[in-house]
């Protein structure tokens, strides 16, 4: 009888856990392709309503006189900021969990759970690399990739493919026909565990798939948020043991919760108050702590270009909208503008074949 009970229990939990993501699946089922990534179609000369840009202008005039300004890199002020960061994220030696910071037998302190702690076990003591992969380690140029409709007919592949570390996002597609636009170079790709979820059935089955999808980043680092949720330690676990059962060259690690919350704490500070740091941020002042110098490909969170006002795509390889009730992707991108005016980093919003 009581195991009866726990059953049942159980699967009232899988179906709750599954409701949240029921919206999210029936879109992607609908507007998504699992096999072939499509750049959504564009007309490179549909008409624009006259009415489209007056109302867009509102939203982007400011925005794009700002970008306007003739960019400089700002050796002086890159050196501050970088400095800042370090001193209070500590994201060269503590962003990611390893064997040094994370001894056998600590607690982790989940980010988005403070209340909720794991014992570091040998069996997970042994899937944390030995040393930090970045300390004492200065890349010259780096760039990340966001996920922007903005990235359709940029023509930046070449140019992101030139930088010594390239960072990607939540394992966005690398087909050929998008190459030109967004490159093949990874040196570190980020996994949300709800794609996981969406396109590999929580890694309960589609393993051999999900191992398959990951041959396009080669042997790059595999960054996931392991420990910012309960949830999220499952599914992350399930992808590691995968990939080594399956003998992917592909390497998974796991963001460290100190960093995130150190991260987040520094933001609120400066006055950016939103549910969630979108990753794409995050892996923004990652690089801003390891690089001398980044460059932003795929950042511009508006519906419509900069340049001409047409319609854009959320992502470069789908329409899939952005959790409005997480991110604050406008008031994030202010901040990399701004960092953008004082030359800390350069944001690429137009054509780079031009």
């Known amino acids: 009888m009581r195991l009866h009970i726990r059953k049942l229990l159980l699967s009232l939990l899988t179906i709750f856990f599954l ?15 699992v096999k072939s990534h499509r750049r959504p179609p564009r007309k490179k000369n549909a008409p624009v309503s006259s009415q489209q840009c007056k109302n867009s202008s509102k939203l982007i005039t400011d925005i794009t006189k700002r970008y306007a300004q003739p960019w400089k890199r700002q050796r002086g002020n890159y050196q501050r900021f970088s400095s800042l960061l370090s001193s209070k994220c500590h994201g060269a030696e503590n962003a990611i969990v390893t064997q040094k910071n994370t001894p056998l037998g600590s607690q982790i302190v989940y980010s988005g759970e403070p209340k909720r702690t794991i014992k570091v076990t040998p069996k997970w003591f042994g899937t944390f690399p030995k040393e930090h992969p970045f300390s004492n380690k200065k890349f010259d ?32 597609p690398l087909d050929r026909e998008l190459e030109k636009d967004v490159g093949k170079k990874t040196s570190l790709v980020t996994a949300n565990p709800s794609i ?4 590999f059935h929580a890694l309960r089955s589609r393993r051999r798939q999900f191992v398959d999808s990951l041959r396009r980043f080669k042997d790059s680092m595999l960054l996931m948020p392991t420990f910012s949720y309960g949830l999220n330690t499952h599914l992350c676990q399930r992808a590691i043991q995968a990939i080594k059962d399956l003998s992917s060259p592909i390497r998974p690690v796991s963001f460290n919760p100190q960093y995130l919350r150190s991260l987040s704490a520094h933001w609120r500070s400066q006055g950016l108050r939103e549910a969630r740091l979108s990753t794409g941020f995050m892996m923004v002042n990652l690089a801003l702590e390891l690089c001398n110098s980044v460059d932003l490909y795929g950042f511009w969170p508006f519906s419509v270009h900069p340049q ?3 319609h854009l795509t959320n992502h470069y390889y789908d329409n899939m909208p952005v959790r409005k009730r997480l991110h604050a992707m406008p008031a994030e991108f202010d901040r990399l503008l701004k960092l953008h005016s004082q030359g800390i980093l350069r944001i690429h919003l137009g054509d780079c074949g031009q």
């Open 308 to 310: 001409d006002c047409h």
């Open 196 to 199: 996981f979820v969406l396109k």
């Open 19 to 33: 409701g949240k993501l029921l919206t999210s699946v029936t879109w992607y089922k609908t507007n998504s392709h």
């Open 141 to 172: 140029t780096c760039s990340v990739v966001g996920n922007g409709g903005i990235l359709i007919n940029s023509n930046c592949g070449k140019q992101i493919d030139s930088s010594q570390f390239v960072i990607r996002c939540n394992l966005a």
